[in-house]
């Protein structure tokens, strides 16, 4: 009786402690065998659908969690880690077409580190979101080619290196799967090419050595991108580099004393064959020897793909015109002494400190009801003033900058002015206070200010000083009126004006602009023009790609519709008789241009199915774009549609759509083909052709332009309104520096200088015959 007492029992303990299996077959046709727990599988168990897909491993409360593998009835089976039924850890997924991911997962989709090899033997490896390549990779295709470096939604975007099977390399930046930005094409057989390219064609100025010429080391390129020649790659961030510095690094003294010409007829886009073509029109520069050639260098300038400008120069430094004279360097340091203390920590603190206030500011303003402006919103009075103490207070937060406060000018005339240029105001605060923050830029003028980005490059800030801020003050009523009457003005839109005091007493003071340049075209030439000849230059050696230019260096007319040419000259006139009124008399017009590749090329380029494996790469889950060889052809006028083109209001873009004489006076949009469809607006996407004005009394350039005309887009607006010149002497000195006549102006009458102004402009955009 004990013994079976106790056998009893261990059976007992035994059904404890062992979870019961069942076979249940249900209604459906689904099949379950395995432990349950109640009535839910759980335990090890296999489900099998009544479709034929089978399910084998670990279970939770009757969902599939843990380990286990999935097969479906198409043939495709998944092995790894589930959790609440989702595919999630860590597994390997082989598809019906025999492509493998192996892997992490989030909810059933690639997300994290993984490697692909897919059905065509293409292999990826690398990081994955939402089921996409994104971040650091390596894509390798069966014909040899190989990319490494950053991915975005499946496609090539950010830095990286393409390594082509026939052993030609590019390093640089990448958007959308094309090259885009700058980088460095080196050939198998040696030679390099420094540019920037534009949605995978080459797009700006660079610089081509030959194989065998000397050039600068690789090792700043290599190490920029932790890339080096053996292959080896590390994915990490690294820093950015500009081709503008090889520049400097390889063309400090060019040698202007070649020259050369060549006919159009015989010119090719491809670098070796045009470099072989250009070489024998050196004639006895050849017979220098063999050291001359290998110093031999090209300067280069394409657009959309097309070589429109080269320079032959040497690829030697002359390390002793390096050092600039005393006086550059003292007029270099004297303009910026009142902000040096702006740098590194400092101004990381101090753009964090503006973030922090323009929210404040917007944040406290925009729930306010909108009202018309009364006189008491304008002036010094007009202001809020906030304490921002580093740990936070009852109106503030706790933030990681430095104690500052924060001074917000006239809120209701800018929280008006926002509205009336029709920004939103949360827009607005997540453009300039968002997590990408801002970006410092070169100042291009002479006032020592710094300048800020904002990530999306709507918004410029400037730091003002205290001149500045006062004539801002004073001009706003009449300003404020100004932009109110007339929408489609060129005058510089201000969206705030703001200024912080530093824990140790230092004032900076900043005002809100909007970007004149901010446009999904490139902008190839940037010039700053005033009427005037007086030092109205740049050195040549100063020259970069975003160099804004003087009037001296603009070598071009321009010549637009009709309509268009009234708008903008209707406009000028009244932005101009305003600036005198406020005795404001040294503006500029900043002008941008975006140059279209020549219409004529289209016979004598070579066509598309011509083009070389390292000049294209095509699959389809990378998604790269083949460059194209053959250019737009011009630029197109139709009738406005509004539902084809974006009708959002930007930062420099609030009047109405032009209407153009070559359309029957109808408004009109901008097809550029290829590219995009525009909305033309005064200052914003207006088409011109650029005439090269060409220069016989100057000596015999190295540097060949190979078109007398172009397509150009053409963005402007007046700007540096805030140098007001209200007494005698300051107008005589300002005069004197322009080479006016100070005689023929008195403070009340500074009419002169817009004259002057609007006959320059008459010449630059001719009127037609």
């Known amino acids: 009786m004990f013994l079976d007492h106790l056998e009893a029992k261990a059976e007992m303990d035994t059904s404890i402690l062992s979870p019961p299996e069942e076979r249940r077959e249900f209604s459906n046709g689904d099949f379950y065998s395995g432990e349950v727990k109640g009535l839910l599988p759980h335990g090890k168990g296999k489900y099998s659908w009544s479709d034929g897909t089978v399910y084998e491993g670990d279970w939770d409360q009757g969902k599939i969690s843990g380990k286990g593998k999935l097969i479906w009835s198409s043939g495709a089976k998944y092995e790894g880690d589930f959790s609440g039924g989702y595919l999630h850890g860590i597994g390997t997924m082989t598809s019906p077409d025999q492509s493998v991911y192996s892997g992490a997962w989030r909810m059933n989709v690639r997300h994290g580190l993984g490697r692909k090899e897919y059905c065509n033997s293409d292999l990826y490896d690398g990081s994955w979101r939402e089921g996409s390549q994104e971040g650091r990779g390596s894509y390798s295709w069966t014909n040899g080619n190989r990319y490494i470096g950053s991915w975005k939604k499946g496609k090539m975007c950010g830095r990286g290196v393409m390594r082509w099977g026939n052993g030609d390399l590019f390093d640089g930046f990448w958007l959308n799967g094309c090259r885009h930005g700058s980088g460095v094409y080196k050939f198998a057989d040696g030679s390099l090419y420094f540019g920037t390219w534009s949605r995978g064609v080459k797009d700006g100025k660079g610089i081509f050595y030959p194989a065998g010429s000397k050039h600068p080391s690789l090792k700043k390129w290599c190490r920029s991108l932790e890339y080096d020649d053996t292959g080896k790659f590390v994915l990490s961030r690294s820093s950015s580099i500009d081709v503008d510095e090889l520049r400097s690094l390889s063309l400090s003294t060019v040698n202007r004393s070649l020259s050369m010409r060549t006919s159009t007829s015989g010119m090719s886009d491809h670098p070796r064959e045009l470099t072989s073509k250009s070489a024998r ?52 340091v004297s303009a910026r002494t009142f902000l040096t203390f702006l740098t590194g920590e400092h101004n990381y603190h101090l753009m964090l400190n503006l973030q922090l206030g323009i929210r404040y500011t917007v944040g406290k303003i925009t729930p306010v009801p909108r009202r018309d402006v009364r006189g008491s919103d304008f002036g010094k009075k007009a202001r809020t003033v906030m304490f921002f103490p580093k740990d936070g207070s009852n109106f503030t937060p706790p933030h990681k900058s430095i104690d500052f406060s924060w001074k917000d000018y006239c809120p209701m005339v800018f929280r008006n002015l926002r509205e009336m240029f029709k920004l ?120 970069q790609e975003k160099t804004t230019l003087k009037d001296l260096d603009l070598a071009y007319e321009f010549h637009m519709d009709k309509l268009l040419r009234e708008a903008l000259f209707k406009q000028i006139y009244l932005d101009c008789a305003f600036l005198e009124s406020l005795q404001i008399i040294d503006y500029s017009l900043l002008l941008g241009l975006h140059f279209r590749a020549p219409g004529q090329l289209n016979d004598i380029l070579e066509p598309p199915n011509a083009m070389s494996d390292q000049e294209s790469v095509s699959s389809v889950d990378v998604g790269v774009t083949q460059e194209l060889s053959i250019p737009p052809k011009g630029l197109l006028l139709v009738t406005h549609e509004p539902n084809s083109v974006s009708t959002a209001p930007g930062p420099h873009i609030r009047g109405s759509t032009l209407r153009a004489f070559s359309v029957g006076e109808q408004e009109v949009d901008l097809i550029l083909p290829g590219t995009a469809r525009l909305r033309v607006q005064l200052g914003v996407n207006m088409p011109a052709q650029a005439h090269h004005k060409l220069d016989e009394d100057k000596e015999e350039s190295a540097t060949i332009e190979l078109f007398e005309v172009y397509d150009v887009v053409v963005y402007m607006g007046i700007i540096d309104i805030l140098q007001e010149y209200n007494t005698k002497k300051k107008v005589e000195h300002k005069c004197k520096s322009l080479q006016y006549d100070p005689m023929t102006i008195s403070v009340t009458e500074p009419t002169i200088y817009s004259k002057r102004f609007v006959n320059f402009l008459h010449k630059v955009f001719p009127e037609e015959m």
Not at 289 to 306: L, S
Not at 445 to 474: A, N
């Open 424 to 543: 939103d105001a949360a827009e607005y605060m997540m453009s300039i206070c968002g997590d990408d923050g801002l970006t410092e830029i070169c100042s291009p003028g002479k006032s020592g200010s710094i300048f800020y980005l904002s990530h999306d490059d709507r918004f410029v800030i400037k730091t003002l000083k205290k001149s500045e801020l006062k004539v801002l003050l004073r001009m706003l009523p009449r300003y404020y009126k100004h932009v109110g009457d007339h929408e489609n003005t060129l005058i510089t839109k201000f969206f705030g004006v703001h200024r912080i005091t530093l824990k140790w007493g230092k004032k900076v003071r900043f005002v809100v602009m909007g970007n004149m340049f901010c446009t999904e075209l490139k902008i190839h030439r940037r010039y700053d023009l005033k009427g005037s000849s007086h030092g109205r230059f740049t050195e040549k050696i100063k020259i």
């Open 281 to 332: 029109t050196l004639g006895s520069g050849q017979s220098e020897g063999q050291d001359k050639k290998n110093r031999v260098a090209y300067e280069r300038e394409y657009m959309q793909g097309v070589l429109i400008r080269e320079s032959v120069t040497t690829s030697s430094v002359d390390r002793s015109l390096k050092i600039r004279p005393p006086s550059t360097l003292s007029k270099q």
